[in-house]
């Protein structure tokens, strides 16, 4: 269903129309307001008046995550503090955290927005929507929470517990139709209601929503196998008030954008430079109707790119691939991008599923080299050198032939790649 046939349908020059009037009026509140702008426009002689079509965007200067943690907490809100309504930030794990403010107004636009991204994929007022995203500082549960209740559809908020199985039973007990979790928890769910010996028609469940960290197609394969659901990729950033940018329709094919509130583009990560649409590079958004903490050009470090063509849903919104990596881990090789989720798709069709890898770059002699170090599956340590040499071969050809690097791939054991603080296996390494 279309929940704002008026926005969400809207003819192309009337979009721009509406868009260049909503910039105008941001930046002129900027400039008046956030003292950082205010700085960053007249250090680089940007003149706002100038500023006549949505083309002369690539005019204004960026806006970087750096930029948000050095005014943390609230040197970039752009209304006095007793008009926020509303606190969110990030964990602040790689770094200080990046605070975000919002006004009434912004709450009921974000929750406006959320509504739409439901309707999109089939939830009514009929709906039990059970949210299984943390209600903290994040903006995940409580975004959506607000969302699924302008639908008007129940809103079962049971967070994302840890104990998977009395989640299971909350959605068992109350007839849970839609599910709103990371794609990992979701798999988590599955797995978990397969061990409990539930069969997943004995549960309610005919909708997912999906987001938060990358995800592909395998992953809604899984997903939609293992628990008979119908599985929607959302996306969405806490610089942007969270969940709500941008959702799939029916048609899962990419991601609609919320323009009435959101100017997107996609730019070089290495040059800065605006790309035409179906190019990949990293998103830019700027925010266009929002009071309390307004962005301009700011760089989210994910890669997408904007899809050509229209869309059969009707929707006459631009749509966006799914965030499939991030503009931070990208390396550049021989004047080659290289995206490590490129490299984790060669690894998934060569029947090494989701193996951990770790791709490290070195210079030798001047010449730039890359290893691809591929973490052996317990499964796979039963091979016979013969097949694991098979499948060394295949993921080097593969990586030659699709994405023109030469690789040293290499096979190691389960647990030896580098870490982050965190625990998490580090995609790159760059020694050079
Ligand atoms: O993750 C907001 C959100 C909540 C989105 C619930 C969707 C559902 P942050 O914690 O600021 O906000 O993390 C944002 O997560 O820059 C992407 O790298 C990644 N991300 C979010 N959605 C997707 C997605 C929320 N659908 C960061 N696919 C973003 C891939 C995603 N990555």
């Excluded at 809207?10 to 941001?26: F, G």
Aim: charge should be negative; aromatic fraction near 6%; proline fraction near 4%.
């Amino acid at each position: 269903m279309i929940y704002n046939p008026k926005y969400e349908t809207m003819p192309r020059e009337e979009i721009e129309q509406l868009q260049i009037e909503r910039l105008q009026s941001t930046l002129n509140r900027v400039c008046r307001n956030v003292a950082f702008y205010k700085s960053v426009f007249d250090e680089s002689a940007t003149d706002i008046e100038k500023i006549r079509s949505i083309r002369d965007l690539v005019h204004l200067p960026f806006t970087t995550k750096e930029d948000l943690r050095k005014s943390y907490p609230y040197n970039m809100f752009a209304v006095p503090l007793r008009d926020i309504v509303r606190i969110h930030s990030t964990t602040g794990r790689t770094g200080r955290p990046i605070a975000i403010g919002l006004t009434r107004n912004d709450i009921v636009n974000w929750s406006e927005l959320v509504a739409r991204v439901l309707a999109a994929t089939g939830v009514t007022d009929n709906d039990f929507v059970q949210i299984a995203f943390d209600y903290n500082m994040f903006t995940g549960g409580f975004g959506l929470h607000y969302g699924a209740e302008k639908l008007g559809a129940s809103v079962i908020p049971s967070s994302q517990m840890s104990n998977i199985q009395r989640q299971i039973h909350i959605m068992k007990d109350y007839k849970t139709t839609v599910l709103l979790s990371t794609p990992s928890y979701a798999v988590r769910i599955a797995n978990n209601l397969a061990d409990m010996g539930i069969h997943p028609d004995e549960l309610n469940l005919k909708v997912g929503l999906f987001g938060a960290e990358p995800w592909g197609e395998n992953t809604r394969g899984r997903i939609e196998d293992k628990l008979h659901i119908s599985a929607f990729n959302i996306y969405g950033i806490n610089e942007m008030m969270g969940p709500g940018v941008s959702g799939e329709c029916s048609e899962k094919n990419g991601l609609h954008i919320n323009e009435d509130q959101y100017i997107v583009e996609i730019i070089d990560p290495l040059s800065w430079e605006q790309l035409p649409p179906g190019q990949e590079g990293e998103l830019v958004i700027t925010t266009i109707s929002r009071e309390g903490f307004p962005l301009i050009r700011y760089r989210t470090g994910d890669i997408s790119a904007i899809m050509e063509g229209t869309c059969a849903c009707g929707r006459t919104t631009l749509r966006m691939k799914h965030i499939a990596a991030r503009s931070d881990d990208m390396v550049v090789i021989n004047g080659i991008n290289v995206f490590p989720s490129q490299i984790g798709e060669i690894l998934r069709r060569s029947g090494c599923g989701e193996a951990q890898f770790q791709i490290i770059m070195d210079n030798i002699r001047g010449d730039d080299v890359m290893e691809v170090r591929v973490e052996l599956l317990d499964s796979m340590f039963n091979d016979e050198i013969k097949e694991l040499m098979r499948l060394k071969n295949f993921i080097t050809e593969s990586i030659e032939r699709e994405m023109g690097v030469a690789a040293r791939v290499s096979l190691a054991e389960q647990g030896t790649l580098r870490k982050t603080p965190e625990g998490r296996v580090r995609p790159v390494i760059d020694n050079r």
